[in-house]
């Protein structure tokens, strides 16, 4: 199948009821309804956008599509989603969607006064494209010429920890480096830790374009024995593997299905304790969200276990208040967790278990203080009974713990409020004209 589906020329942005905020563009190469469980940097990104779009941003979308018979363009609210083109599968297509994409953007860029890359991809590389040509527009214009006024504020996200980092890739992709020399042509770049900062500078990004924006947490809120019990009916009726009664207490873990069945770490952990921790525990209900190459195999282990009617497998989910409403645990046990289920955990004031790896120690000792990040309910993931061993201490803890959960997401409020956050982004996002 070609990458290239309708001519530039016949993927203009549709005719739309203009809201009053400032217009922007928000290139990322996935974003789709169904995107918590399965992706961690869709979720984030799917959290960012619609916070934008709720605080007032004119908000639209640019992605690929990832199979032939996905529609061209849908929306989401107020948010459309234009699905342009067909997402690229090597080097080659690598290349044509690129220069595609930029041109797409070229022919749109009077729509918008901001436009942001979604990481550190080749999709920064059709955005330098893009504002590169409009600066030469701008600069071969007449003064008396009518017609495009200014150039789109351009920034790109540099986000993820560990292995799951974005500057590890700019490392081994074999694009990396033209991705680095484009971002000279952007705005800005915003990171979310120190590690990008000097990742960026080391590979000559001048610092004055480099800004840090840590995420933001809304205030908790105390969620109601009514609320709670309303939140787990519907998802029951949704789902009957979601059943959970008055007095179960639920575990949830949301990602990417993948890894190696033979190493504790990701879904593995989960499924590697189930069986114990429900002998253990009658009430307790896990819920295993998200899908990919151990689904399957995920399965047939719970199943061969005895456990699969207490433990879901629900697949993937487009709206997670209900589940965030419902759950007691959430277990944090891989790198790919800090962009989503980790900091969403902690926002809704729900008991954590965090794997104790380099990465998730730096980034909880980046929003919390060393005694507050001491506190958290860490867990050995090379030892297979030390997460048992830190799920039975929240358990029988549990009000404690509740206590523990909010005054933590409260702290995380104060020391960076989502307020703040989208006041960082509205200075830098202010459109420049000439």
């Known amino acids: 199948m070609s990458i290239l589906g309708s001519s530039p020329q016949g993927s203009s942005v549709p005719e739309r009821k203009r809201r009053n905020g400032q217009r922007v563009l928000w290139v990322t190469r996935r974003f789709w309804p169904h995107v918590y469980g399965r992706h961690a940097r869709a979720s984030a990104s799917y959290e960012l956008v619609r ?11 640019v992605t690929p599509r990832f199979s032939g018979h996905w529609s061209e363009g849908f929306a989401i609210g107020e948010i459309p989603v234009h699905r342009i083109v067909a997402a690229p599968k090597g080097e080659w297509s690598m290349q044509r969607y ?29 955005v330098a494209m893009a504002v590169t040509h ?27 920890w560990g292995g799951d980092a974005d ?22 770049v915003v990171t979310r830790h120190a590690g990008a900062d000097r990742f960026l500078v080391a590979h000559e990004i001048p610092s004055e374009r480099i800004q840090r924006i840590p995420r933001g947490f809304a205030r908790p809120e105390r969620q109601t024995l009514k609320q709670r019990s309303a939140a787990r009916k519907s998802l029951a009726s949704a789902n009957h593997d979601l059943t959970a009664g008055p007095e179960d207490r639920v575990l949830l873990w949301c990602g990417e299905m993948r890894g190696r069945p033979d190493r504790e770490e990701g879904v593995v952990t989960l499924i590697k304790n189930a069986r114990l ?18 689904h399957d195999w995920a399965h047939r282990e719970l199943k061969a276990e005895g ?13 997670m208040t209900d589940v965030w409403r419902s759950v007691d645990f959430v277990a944090a046990t891989c790198e790919d967790h800090l962009r989503y289920l980790l900091p969403k955990a902690i926002e809704s004031a729900v008991a954590v278990l965090v794997a104790d790896q380099p990465p998730m120690r730096e980034w909880v000792q980046t929003y919390f203080e060393p005694a507050v990040a001491d506190s958290f309910a860490w867990y050995e993931p090379k030892r297979i009974a030390s997460f048992r061993k830190t799920f039975r201490m929240l358990w029988e803890e549990l009000p404690d713990v509740t206590q523990h959960a909010w005054e933590i997401a409260n702290e995380a409020a104060h020391r960076f409020h989502d307020n703040e956050e989208m006041h960082r982004w509205a200075e830098i996002l202010s459109p420049r004209r000439s």
């Open 98 to 126: 690129v220069r595609y994409l930029g041109n797409w953007m070229i022919e749109q860029l009077e729509n918008f006064d901001a436009i942001v890359c979604d990481g550190l991809s080749d999709e920064v590389r059709s």
């Open 51 to 61: 916070r934008w779009s709720a605080a007032g941003y004119d908000m639209q979308v």
């Open 307 to 319: 456990v699969r009617g207490v433990v879901a497998i629900p697949g993937t989910f487009s709206d």
């Open 167 to 188: 500057e590890v890739w700019c490392r081994q992709a074999r694009g990396g480096r033209r991705v680095l020399a484009s971002l000279a042509e952007l705005d800005c």
């Open 134 to 160: 409009a600066r030469k527009q701008q600069n071969a214009a007449s003064p008396l010429a009518s017609g495009f006024h200014h150039v789109p504020t351009a920034v790109a996200i540099c986000d993820g």
């Open 277 to 294: 921790l429900c002998g253990r525990y009658p009430n307790l209900r896990i819920w295993l969200l998200g899908d990919g190459e151990l």
